[in-house]
Nanobody, 119 residues
Framework: QVQLVESGGGLVQAGGSLRLSCLAS????????MGWYRQAPGKQRELVAA???????NYVSSVKGRFTISRDVAKNTVYLQMNSLKPDDTGIYYC?????????????WGQGTQVTVSS
């Protein structure tokens, strides 16, 4: 059973920084991609950043230049460095891991970590 454990959320003032961590229960190379999603109150969950096994990275446009996704393979951990935070970045951030199952993809989710940015 895959387990993803997030940490690093909290309350920060606008302009501040936070670093989120996602510890996977196995090798992160066992997933075809890992990423961070967020869900703000009353809104749908959206992809914030993702990194594939091959190292390709993409970001939602609203965080480009401010957020950086990275990984430490030896520690089975994916990070999200968030700088220049804005109140609109507030939400619950979820770690996601996508594993290939034949022609299909199975998604795994962490429990979420709250990020609150005050103005």
């Amino acid at each position: 059973q895959v387990q993803l454990v997030e940490s690093g959320g909290g309350l920060v003032q606008a302009g501040g920084s936070l670093r989120l961590s996602c510890l996977a229960s196995g090798s992160i190379f066992s997933f075809k991609a890992m990423g961070w999603y967020r869900q703000a109150p009353g809104k749908q969950r959206e992809l914030v950043a993702a990194i594939t096994t091959g190292g390709s990275i993409n970001y939602v446009s609203s965080v480009k230049g401010r957020f950086t996704i990275s990984r430490d393979v030896a520690k089975n951990t994916v990070y999200l460095q968030m700088n220049s935070l804005k109140p609109d970045d507030t939400g619950i951030y979820y770690c996601n891991a996508a594993k290939s199952r034949g022609a299909m993809t199975q998604d795994y989710w962490g429990q979420g970590t709250q990020v609150t940015v005050s103005s």
